[in-house]
Structures are given as C-alpha cells and as structure tokens.
DNA sequence: ATCTAATCGAGACGGTACGTCTGGTCTTCAA
DNA sequence: TTGAAGACCAGACGTACCGTCTCGATTAGAT
C-alpha cells in the first residue's frame, strides 16, 4: 500500500528548509546530535516530509554536498598541472574549514558506521576522484607526469596528506599547506 | 557516596572479557553496533561494570588499542629511512587488514564523532606521530631527509595516502602499495 | 475565500458512498479503526470531499442514524401502553443487534469522548425521548400510568435495562427481554 | 528475547506515580486526551516503564478503579433489601459524580471502543454485578423479591436507568434519584 | 455548445501520539 | 563492597492519522 510519492506535487520551500536545517545543525551540534526530529523541527516541517523524500539524515546531507561539489569545486586545466592541482586543492582546503566542512565530516562518519550511507558517500568521493584522474590523465599525456604510476594512487597521494590532517590530526593548517605538500611530492611524480 | 571505586577488587577476568568482546564485536558487526549493552552480554558481565571503570565503548576498545601499539608497532631505525619507513607502513597496512584494523576503524569513527573519545584516540594517534617524527629527524640529521621540512608534513605524506585509500576509498590495496607510494614520494623528500 | 460550499452542487453519489463507507467499516472494523482516511479510501473519495461536508466521523454516522431513526422507529399509540412499548423496545433490541446497532454504539462512544459530537448524538437521543415521553403522558392522562412519576425517569426505567444490558453487560440477550423487564417494572408504574 | 519483566524489582514509587497521573488527567483533560506520554510526562516517567507493565492506558485505569471497588462500594445486608439497594446505588451515584466517575467513564469508553480492555472492564463489572445477585438471591430466599425472575435482569433494572441517564442523558441528577427509582420499580419485583 | 466556477479524487503538508528501541544511571541482591 | 542483573528516565526512531492545503480533471449551471 505504501505509495511512491509524487515528485511534481513537491514542496520547494520544504526541501531547502530542510536541507538548509541538516546543514546548519550539523555545523552548530555535529552529525551524531543532528537527529531527524531535530532537522525537521528547525526547519519547521513534519518528520514524515523528510521520511517522504530521503531515506536518511545523511541522504540529506548528501544533497547538499552534492550541490556544492557540482558547482564549487570544479578542475582546472590551465596546461600546468602543479598549478591546478594547488588551486584545486586550496579550494577543497578551505572547504574544509568552511560549514560544507562540518557536513562533509559528518557524511564520512556516516559512510565510516553504515554501508547504506557509505554508498552515496562514495559515489561523491568517486565521482571527484575521477575528475582528479581525467587531470592526471591529460598530465600523462603531456609528459608533465609519470606514465607509469597508478593514478589512483596519485589521487591519494596529493589529497591523503589533506584528509590526514584534516579528519584525523585535527591540527590547524598552515594556509599555504597544499602547497609545502606539492613542493615536497611533485618531484617524486615528475617523468 | 562512594565516588571512585576502588582498583585493587577490581575482577581482571571481567576486564578481559570485556574487551575482549569489545574487540569481536568490533570486528564481528562493526563498532556501530557494537553497544555497551552487547558488550556486557557478550562478556557475561553487567552494564554497571563496564561504566564502573570506563566512560564509554571507545574507551574500552581505546585500552585494547594501546595494548597493541605498545607490543607490536615499534619503528626500526637500520640506518636506511626508506627500508625503515617501508618496513613499518607496510605493517601498519597489515594491521588494517587484520581484526585490529577493526577496532581501530571504529575508534576512528569515535574521534569523529565524539569530541571525548578524540583526545583518547588522538593521544595514541600523536604517540605513534612523535614516534614515526622521532625517525624522521634522525634521517635529517643523517642527510637522508630535507632539513627544510615540516615533519608533520612529512608524516602526513606518508600516512596519509594509507588512511585515504583504506578509510575512504576503501578500494583493496595490492600488497605492495606502500612501496609504490615510497617510490613516488621519495625523491621529493631526499635533500 | 469562499467559507460555504456550495449544496447544488454536491454530488450525491459521494455522500452516498461516504455515507455507506463509514457505516461498513463501523460495522466491519469498528468505531476507532474506522478512520477519516480509511472512509475515503473505500468510498473512493478524497479526504477534503468528507472535510467539506461533515464536521467529524461522527456526523457522517449521524446521518446514517438520524434516517434510520426517521424511517424505522416510530412510537407506535395502540391505546395500551404496555403493548406499544413492547414493541418500541422490541424494535429498538432488534436495531441494536443489527448492523445499525454498530453505528449507534459509534455514536455513543464519540459522545461520551467528545463534546462536539455529543451535541448531535444527544439531539438525536432527545428526540428518541422526547417522542417516548409523549406516549408517556398521554398515558398518564389516560390513567394507565401514575401521575406523580417524572417522565425521564420512567423513560430511563424503560430503556436503561436495555441500553445497560446491550452496552455494558454484553451479555446474548433472549427475544422476549423486553417482555419480561416490562413485567418485572409495570406494576411499579401503575397508579 | 522480549523478556518478561521482574515484578520483586518494580519501582512502587512509580507505579503510583503514573497511576496517580493517569488518574488526574483523566479527570482534568478527559480519557481521549490522557495519552500515554502525557501520563509519562506527569509522572515523571519513562514511557517504558508504562508500556513494561501495562498493555494500554485502560488497564492504568483499570488498576486504579479495582482498587476503588474493592475498598469503597461494598454491599450492605441489613436484611431489608430496599434499604440496602437504596444505600448502595446511592454510593454509586455518589461515585458518578466524584473524580472516579470520570474514570469509569472513560474506562467505558475503553471497553466500548476496544475488545481487549473490553475484557478488563467487564470483569470488574461483573464482580460488582455478581456481589449485587448475592444480595438479591438472598432477598428471595427470604421472600422480599420474587422468586422467578432472572436475576441479570433485576441488577438491569436497578442499575440501568443509572447508567443511561449518567453516561447518555447526562441530565444533573436530582440527590434523591434512585430513591424514586426504586419507589417506581420495586412494587414489580415483589412477590 | 461554450464557458466558467466549483467540486471532485488525490495526496503532500505541518503536526501529535503511537509503541519500540537503545543509551547511560540507579537499585537490588548474592557472594 | 563488588559484580550481575535488570528496571529506571529519557528521548529518537519510523508509522499512522489528523485536519488543512494545493493541485489538475471533471462537471454542472449560466451564458
């Protein structure tokens, strides 16, 4: 009997109060404290409009996320590679330590506690770690990096150092970091 | 009235149990599900127990956490860095892979969500950094390293790729990945 | 802006579905299961068509009640009192073993949990009394009946046995009850 | 695994909290509006702790309205049977309009609406009727009440005309109601 | 026969309470 | 006094309906 709801019947104003209401709390009390009743009391909406729409608190965040990723952090191609990766990864740095930080750490914990989760999660994460390799790619190309390596490993490389300090050391970053981390490691990747 | 109970009646059998099911748990079902409610049942043992000598689960896998590092995850120093470095991320790749990586997968959630359970897990984090950082400036002093950069850095440049593709990518990683990522990475520390 | 809707334009075969509807599921799935949305999913028929049209579940019932009470239970005048009560109540005992008779323990529940609705039920109630105190007094005015007696209170003497038995004892009640509570409480009644 | 629960570690400080609670807001708010969370609330109480001993709201009641019984509306035998009919109906009209008789109105209600707590009342009802039987059996024996009527019906007769004008009349009750009552009905029910 | 205004079926909405589940604390009792 | 057991308060979970609202699509009455 459980219908499939009609998406042209959809409230705009509910779905931007809610996801607006995820996020912030998610900044102000953290991922575990953003409970369902929470976000929809903020946003001043029904428990069952979420439910309706989202199977869960981190598909939610997700939106979000999603949204950003698609039109905030794009990859340059100005033909020199060190310097588009610095720009890019300064970029997802200073997302970092912006709100959309708040949310993206709380999706990691998500993907990190439940398999469900963990595969939206990924499919963002994925879907920039391929743009990061298309770069590359294109670098092979040019020379201007080793034919030989395994560009996932590239990937991980360049923003590993990133996610260790961010997510786990909890150190506060340098403001030029990505780019004492490019200087160290660029050479090792140069043909 | 009696605030602090008292360590010497403490049962050593309880406490073994405990983290013992702790850590199967962990493993078993993930640390998510791995409740303080499951954890005394599984140990025979009762609730009041195990919140009697720790504040929280992540505290409990926290103390079988430590055991292992103290015992296991020395850091050679045969005068070679590379050979030293890659020796001991290689066994911390294996750890990952084992039950310990586990546990230690969840007391990573921990730290993320719960600001309490970060210090914990961030001081045995910072052990194993000094640690590795302690190596590290001997291989300045020796040459084998640029003088010129931040050892944090440094750690986070060789962890950090590890941390990336375990936790997040979560792809299998072929058995020699640390020492393609060495391979990669090197020539840019050496002075 | 419009308050009223507009009568003309009703469609009778909604209220009749509706209508019928909620006396099935009365009968079927009883009072409190017998739900707004459930009365507009087996009519066929949205929420707002009831909204528009009936204050409450109760009233849609009422309506059922009210025609049954018009059209099924008149008080007969014979001139013998006892025998035209025998057959009042005896109609009455049949109703309330009859599909009717779920409808009006509905309506009794909801007047006894809900003000509103008891303002109807009771309206319809009154009427059932006030037509039975009629055949009442022209009895004492014919001497079949004392003089001094207050009308409810017989009209309670009559019907209370019955409601009680039917209601709250629940108890299979035999053809002839109201013949032998007549009995038992004629003489009583008697000048 | 639903365990039963342990009845020697009961808390009785907040069985008659909730008890209590439940009492009051059926009195001040009406039984519909007594929800299980408000009583929860009132008493400063888990639901839990409602939901582990009794199956619904009702059966809070129910233990409430025994207790009443069993304490308060006992049946006298003075040997004359109208003076002891008159003594106790009159108790019970008492009770009608005292706090408890918001109670058993709504436990009428529960009984009315719901099959389960139907069970429950009816078995306090029952008691209550059967101790008036034993007063009546007794008073054919000694020849103050005929000796072939059905008994079920003269509770009926007594209580009926009570309870129809409390629960659906709900006419104010002049003091010396079931005085006349009696005075009408009881010329029937002798020999 | 056409237009137009309303009622219609449908169902999304903000809410309340449900009955369940789990978390961390408090209480009881045996050893 | 400890430890095992589990009842306690608290509150989030996901669901069912509430009564209101907004949609096209009939549909009936006036043009």
């Known amino acids: 009997m459980s219908r499939r709801p009609d998406p042209t019947r959809r ?21 575990a404290a953003t409970t369902i009743e929470a976000i929809a009391a903020r946003a001043g909406v029904g428990k069952q ?17 999603t949204r950003v990723r698609e039109t905030q952090i794009g990859f340059p191609d100005t033909g020199d590679l ?19 930080g708040a949310v993206w750490r709380g999706l990691l914990i998500a993907a990190l506690s439940d398999d469900v989760a963990a595969d939206g999660v990924r499919t963002l994460l994925q879907a920039a770690v391929v743009e990061a390799k298309g770069r590359l790619a294109t670098a092979q190309k040019t020379g201007e990096l080793r034919a030989d390596v395994d560009l996932d490993m590239v990937v991980e490389i360049i923003y590993g150092p990133l996610y260790h300090a961010w997510l786990l050391t909890g150190r506060p970053l340098p403001e030029a970091y990505m780019e004492e981390v490019l200087s160290s490691v660029f050479d090792g990747l140069r043909p």
């Open 49 to 65: 409009t979420i439910y309706r729409w989202w199977p869960s608190k981190a598909a939610v965040l997700l939106e979000h996320m």
């Open 82 to 100: 060190r310097v588009d990766l610095l720009a890019q990864t300064s970029a997802v740095q200073g997302l970092f330590a912006s709100d959309t």
């Open 11 to 31: 409230s705009e104003q509910s779905r931007q109060a809610i996801v607006s209401a995820a996020v912030d709390l998610c900044v102000e009390i953290g991922y």
